[in-house]
């Protein structure tokens, strides 16, 4: 039922408007400046850097990490790190649309809190003491909206007009960050209804790709992708549930984490049809540095979240794992010992083939762990398309969705209008069977995953495989997510890397080219090679559930072999 008596277009201008105003006057760019993002194509670097100044770009320029270490050691105070990135983040939005929530007077408040109490006590609060986290608009933070990209969630809590939870609501997560020391300053762009591989919502409209605005930044975590792309955000909070926090990484050349849903808190975190929790969302992370992911993930980790939240499996943080996994690689990601890694290549999964700058990136990685003196296999696992099949975050028939909608009257988005159409929920013994075919499709999956130690003993202990068929795609050209869903079906753990990008010299398709399938051909003949020039080129590092620790430390010893072998 609609609750707002006003046009929720007028209502949708209105907050735009409103969030624009919380950019300081001294920080806002003039309409030239504005026009000439337009007509970029690459917005991150030269362009962005072209309106900071160069005490901010040395600040934003600090991976979180030493970050930490420098704000730890006093050689910089939380309010000059604060100020830096919110500037950076309020250019960024300007030239990119990429935030939902600002609420830099509470970070630049929130900063000098911190200072105080560095120079009262003479240490730091926490483990995150100054680190500006940003947060994709699921989290709430008092004071602030989440809208989710509804436009008739905003100026309430989840569409609740209740005086007792409007902005009085804070997520675990969100909690759990402060008592850390971070500061928060922003909540970034996604698509309406958080399905969609794309950052598309009729409140902001469209967030694009800053290495490349031909193309997308991804979904549904893309503004906070896109975000650390221009270097207003070095590490933040996401959510995956499809691919949510691997696609945008993936697209905008930054590493991710997705956790197994249940290691940390989804608690007062707003969703998409939370009543199905068959396959749950997770909580995860983005960064600039697989080092940035480590200290976010352990620090909120190191909080005892399971205390608080009864969902939460209580398994603290195990840094013997990447210690151990370290120990055993020297430079350039080279095995020391008799113990090298054995790593799965998943080259394609027999129902679309990736594109030529994919295809390359993975042979890029295959190459440099055999240089390194890993072992690589073919990956050849259980057919995705079972996993592609079961629509569980449609099985209510799209009633949530519409009934948030409702709200204010807006429409479906385009993309999604007829996959999203309002229709009879699945009956309950059409769920348990599928729920049943999920449990076979596990199964089978993890028997084959142990099939791999029958030659030599040892268990393939990663797999590397797209993300998706192609890098950061075409807009309206995402055809196949099977290759992240296939992880959620199983709940598995996984990192994402930047790997190279694409080259429209060496990245050339195929004369030869037999389509798979009819998806296969669809997302083949989508590739062209002038528009793809650039984009950036990410995989993904699959582990087993609740592997998180050691899909860090693989994905180090992944990097230092691709910088070895460059």
């Not at 999604?416 to 309002?422: A, G, H, P, T, Y």
């Given at each position: 039922m ?10 949708a ?17 003039s ?15 030269p362009f ?9 770009l040395?600040i934003?320029?600090h ?12 050689d910089?105070?939380?309010r000059?790190?604060a ?7 309020a ?16 970070a630049l ?6 200072d105080?109490y560095?120079?009262e006590h ?12 940003s ?7 008092k ?5 989710m990209g509804?436009v ?5 809590y ?31 762009s996604?698509?309406?209804?958080l ?9 902001i409209?469209q967030t ?5 605005q031909?193309?997308?930044c ?22 995956d549930?499809g ?22 808190s ?16 997770t909580?995860?992370?983005?960064s ?16 005892e ?5 009864p ?6 943080w195990?840094?013997d794992?990447?210690d151990?996994i370290?120990?055993n690689?020297g ?17 394609n ?11 390359r990136?993975?042979r ?7 240089q ?12 995705q398309?079972t996993?592609?099949?079961?629509a569980?975050?449609?099985a209510d028939?799209?009633h949530?969705?519409h ?6 009257g807006e429409?479906?988005?385009?993309p ?7 229709r009879d ?20 999956y ?8 029958a030659?030599d003993?040892q268990?393939v202990d ?11 795609v ?12 296939s ?5 598995y ?18 004369k ?15 590739y062209d ?16 559930k609740f592997?998180?620790?050691k ?5 180090t ?5 691709l910088?070895?072998?460059?």
């Open positions: 609609q609750i707002f008596k006003e046009q929720w277009q007028t209502r201008q209105r907050k735009v408007a409103e969030t624009l105003s919380k950019i300081p006057p001294q920080w806002r760019l309409s030239s400046d504005l026009e000439r993002a337009k007509k970029e194509r690459v917005l991150r670097g962005i850097e072209s309106f900071l100044e160069p005490k901010e040395e934003i320029h991976d979180t990490v030493e970050l930490s270490q420098k704000i730890r050691a006093g910089l105070t939380a000059r790190v100020e830096a990135f919110c500037r950076t983040a250019v960024a939005h300007q030239i990119n649309n990429c935030l939902h929530e600002i609420f830099f007077d509470q408040e929130r900063a000098e809190e911190l105080s560095y120079t003479g240490k730091t609060m926490g483990s995150l003491h100054g680190i500006p986290v947060l994709k608009d699921q989290f709430h933070v004071g602030n909206d989440a809208t509804y008739g969630w905003i100026d309430t989840e569409g609740s007009t209740d005086p007792a939870k409007v902005h009085k609501i804070e997520s675990q997560v969100v909690k759990e960050l402060l008592s850390l020391g971070a500061i928060l300053y922003c909540t970034t996604l698509p309406q209804t399905l969609i591989g794309e950052t598309i919502n009729n409140i409209g694009l790709n800053p290495h490349n031909l193309l997308s991804g979904g549904s975590s893309g503004g906070e992708a896109a975000l650390k792309a221009l270097r207003g955000s070095i590490v933040g909070v996401g959510t549930i691919g949510s926090v691997r696609i945008p990484a993936a697209f905008c050349g930054v590493f991710s984490l997705k956790p197994t849903p249940e290691r940390f989804y608690r007062d975190v707003a969703n998409t049809n939370p009543g199905q929790d068959t396959y749950r969302s909580v995860g992370f983005l600039t540095t697989i080092d940035g992911l480590q200290l976010i993930a352990s620090s909120v980790l190191s909080t979240p399971w205390l608080r939240d969902a939460v499996i209580p398994l603290p195990r840094q794992i990447i151990d370290l120990s690689t430079k350039g990601g080279g095995v020391l010992n008799s113990k090298p890694l054995k790593i799965g290549i998943f080259w999964d027999g129902i679309v083939q990736p594109q030529p700058p994919i295809a990136g993975i890029q990685v295959a190459t440099a762990l055999s390194a003196g890993h072992k690589c296999v073919d990956w050849e696992p259980p057919s398309e996993a592609k099949r079961l569980f975050l449609k028939g799209a949530d969705v009934q948030q909608l409702d709200l204010s429409p479906l988005i385009p999604l209008r007829q996959s999203f159409e309002l929920p699945v009956s309950l013994l059409e769920y348990q069977d599928l729920t049943l075919q999920g449990l076979v499709y596990e199964r089978a993890t028997d084959y995953w142990q099939s791999t130690s030659d003993g268990a990663a797999v590397v495989m797209p993300v998706a068929p192609h890098a950061a075409i807009p309206g050209k995402f055809y196949y997510t099977a290759y992240t869903e992880i959620n079906l199983m709940n753990s996984a990192c994402v890397i930047p790997v190279t990008k694409a080259d429209k010299d060496i990245d050339i398709a195929s030869d080219f037999k389509p798979l399938s009819e998806i296969d051909g669809k997302n083949w003949d989508a090679a002038e528009v793809y020039d650039g984009a950036p080129v990410g995989l993904q590092i699959v582990g087993r592997q998180e620790e899909m860090l430390a693989i994905a010893v992944i990097k230092a072999a910088d070895a072998a460059d």
